[in-house]
């Protein structure tokens, strides 16, 4: 059995970047908060919580107070910093570098926008932290668009901005841009925010999911751009199977002269998938 783990998978640097400073934070503090989940990946969440850092959610942030809180790639809205501020946690802020400037492009569209009476425009999943974070920007007044019936909430005749969360799909950001263009009767101005390592890890998982017989994509349940990466291999590759830990792997997917390609999402670690691959070697050597 040929077993491949693609190269390019795992990874994107604001992930990174934020498991870096809270490995960096625990390396000196006791004690690190994390708001939300560092990564939308269980077993990398547990090995990092393993190394002292605590997950809590929104509402138990707002109850705390002289600590230190690290903010996840994602990014946070603006109250975020208010509370943090006026309560003397100091917070590690990993935003990722993308997220910020997304974030400071959706602020000075909003403050257009209001002077015209226009819409902010963002196209997303209702509630993932970093349509929490947009929204922020704009006091809590974007319209959140996930698929073309949710346009019927944008009025044809006010101005908008258009903005995508970082990791949708630039197919899909496009054909919502087209249908907006389509039926409004003001000035539509699309800004194409989608994050190019992410979306270009497309045409890459449609070459390897075609190289080999069978794919395991590796991903956190939680994590959507896991389950857009994971269609895209299995409308390439039908034999592809989603698991989030070895656990989950099925030894009838496999045979002997299989060529097996492994990949992930941009929350996927480099370790996790070592490990499917040493657990599905274990195969070889047993009838499958």
């Known amino acids: 059995m040929q077993i491949e783990i693609d ?14 400073k809270a490995e ?51 990014g946070e809205p603006p109250s975020t910093y208010e509370h943090a501020k006026a309560n003397n946690i100091e917070l590690i802020d990993a935003t990722c570098p993308v997220v910020l400037k997304l974030q400071q492009r959706v602020k000075k569209a909003t403050l257009e926008m209001n002077q015209k009476d226009g819409q902010i425009i963002l196209f997303g999943k209702k509630g993932h932290a970093e349509i929490v974070s947009l929204d922020g920007q704009t006091d809590n007044h974007a319209i959140v668009v996930e698929n073309k019936d949710d346009l019927s909430e944008v009025d044809p005749e006010k101005p908008a901005y258009l903005f995508s969360q970082t990791t949708k799909s630039l197919e899909k950001f496009n054909e919502i841009a087209a249908e907006l263009k389509q039926n409004s009767k003001q000035e539509i101005i699309i800004k194409d925010t989608i994050c190019r390592q992410v979306a270009n890890r497309v045409p890459r998982m449609k ?20 389950q857009f990466l994971f269609e895209v291999c299995k409308k390439s590759n039908p034999n592809s ?41 274990k195969y070889e050597t047993s009838d499958i």
């Open 24 to 74: 960096e934070t625990l390396d000196k503090s006791e004690k690190l908060y994390c708001l939300g989940d560092i990564v939308h990946n269980g077993m990398e969440v547990e090995r990092l919580e393993e190394l002292g850092l605590i997950t809590i959610d929104r509402e138990t942030f707002f109850t705390l107070k002289n600590c230190q809180v690290l903010l996840r790639a994602h």
């Open 7 to 20: 190269h390019k998978s795992g990874f994107c640097f604001g992930v990174v970047n934020a498991i870096k």
């Open 207 to 226: 070459e390897f999911a075609n190289q080999h017989d069978v794919i395991v994509f590796v991903g956190g349940k939680k994590s959507s751009n896991a």
């Open 241 to 281: 199977y989603f698991i989030s830990n070895p656990d989950e792997l099925n030894p009838n997917w496999f045979s002997s002269d299989n060529s097996v390609g492994i990949c992930g999402a941009t929350s996927t670690p480099q370790w996790l998938m070592e490990k499917v691959a040493g657990q599905i070697k």
